[in-house]
């Protein structure tokens, strides 16, 4: 009798080579291992081996990063989009990217279910299933952390020697890791008391601030339409340029940071994430905006960044709002160009100047020299309607103060 067939979210760690096996014997099923690369720091044929030996009928180890940069990062960066004014959602705009790769594999093999390693805790389950849902609501959803009696990382340590399942963890040294392109978090083990300090030896993308150079890095970063395009006058492919702005801001020690953040499903967390090239990336497009957007465009596109960050962490990239706003942003971005210089020092990255030939900055306008394109006297006026709400306020209290009808 033909097996049915699974796609599994693979990676060759711990959960999913567990899970992996877990499949095999509790549902007999067939498990096409899927890995997909978003930037992340892996050997991939070490990968497929691995899935292979393990029991996969199948592996796929698809290279998507230069489409997560130009569909997921940069529509992201455009919106200025900050979870919780601190997060810049490496993980979470990953998810529904590597949901989709799944989902057209599962197609394409013909499999009746898609299973995956996130935990009934977490975030990541609502935003794979939620892609899932979206892109092909008749698949099956197998979620084993939901499912089975293993109740920890150490029982999984435990069931994968027990049936010989290669494994790159112990259980003295246990962190929840997930990498690629943008930034890699690190959770558990000794994180999950807020009152430990972090050890700084866990970084794996840059250098504690302390020990980065003494004299500071300067990178002018060009953009069209709140697209980077250039480094240093250079052109660079999304790829290329992301890679490069990551070392750099990496030996600066920038983009460090350890937060305690509300999960979508109730609890709060503590994540340490490290973010060097975005973390440049989104203070310099921060700085052109402020120079190429008028206050109000700027302070409504705040207002929309909110919610654009809140539906990205929420796993909610394919929504018919994500995509409409996304729609307003780019409308805004359409004279976000020019240039930025950018000033990394010790962990700080700091804009230090900037030019647009779209920008809204007028010396003749703000000199506080002579100048002849702005009578003051018209201040006064404006000053007298402004304020004129205060003025009547002011009348009616002095009235009735007064005792006056």
Not at 291 to 318: H, M, S
Not at 325 to 348: A, H, I, P
Not at 386 to 398: C, D, G, W, Y
Request: hydrophobic share 40%; net charge negative.
């Amino acid at each position: 009798m033909k097996k049915e067939k699974a796609v599994l979210a693979y990676s060759g760690g711990l959960d999913t080579s567990v899970i992996l096996t877990w499949l095999k014997e509790t549902h007999g099923m067939d498990v096409i291992a899927v890995c997909v690369n978003v930037g992340q720091q892996e050997d991939f044929e070490e990968v497929k081996k691995k899935a292979l030996a393990t029991g996969a009928v199948n592996v796929y180890v698809i290279d998507v990063v230069e489409e997560f940069i130009t569909d997921y990062i940069f529509p992201t960066l455009k919106a200025s989009a900050v979870y919780e004014d601190d997060y810049l959602l490496g993980t979470s705009f990953a998810r529904p990217l590597i949901a989709k790769k799944l989902v057209e594999i599962a197609q394409k093999e013909g499999a009746i279910a898609i299973a995956h390693g996130a935990t009934g805790k977490g975030n990541d389950q609502v935003r794979f299933e939620a892609t899932i849902k979206a892109l092909d609501p008749h698949l099956k959803i197998i979620a084993p952390w939901r499912m089975w009696d293993l109740k920890s990382r150490e029982d999984c340590i435990e069931y994968a020697k027990k049936h010989n399942i290669q494994i790159g963890v112990t259980k003295e040294k246990i962190y929840s890791r997930d990498q690629n392109i943008w930034h890699i978090s690190h959770e558990g083990g000794n994180l999950e008391n807020p009152w430990n300090e972090h050890d700084e030896s866990i970084y794996m993308m840059s250098v504690s601030p302390k020990n980065a150079p003494d004299v500071p890095t300067f990178v002018e970063i060009e953009f069209e339409k709140g697209i980077p395009v250039k480094i240093n006058e250079r052109d660079y492919d999304p790829v290329i340029m992301m890679k490069l702005l990551n070392q750099l801001a990496g030996e600066n020690g920038v983009g460090m940071i350890d937060i305690i953040e509300n999960r979508l499903v109730g609890m709060k967390s503590r994540g340490i994430y490290e973010t060097p090239g975005g973390t440049v990336l989104f203070k310099a497009h921060q700085a052109l905006e402020k120079l190429t957007l008028d206050r109000d465009t700027l302070n409504y596109k705040k207002i929309v960044a909110q919610k654009y960050a809140q539906l990205v962490y929420d796993g909610l990239w394919f929504t018919p709002l994500r995509l409409a706003l996304s729609k307003f942003v780019d409308s805004t971005q359409e004279c976000v160009s020019g240039k930025v210089k950018m000033k990394l020092y010790k962990g700080n990255c700091t804009p230090v100047a900037s030019y647009s030939p779209y920008s809204l900055y007028n010396e003749e306008f703000v000199t506080f020299g002579e100048d002849h394109v702005y009578n003051q006297k018209d201040a006064e006026g404006f000053i007298n309607l402004f304020s004129l709400p205060l003025t009547i306020r002011a009348l009616m209290n002095e009235k009735n103060s007064k005792g006056e009808k």
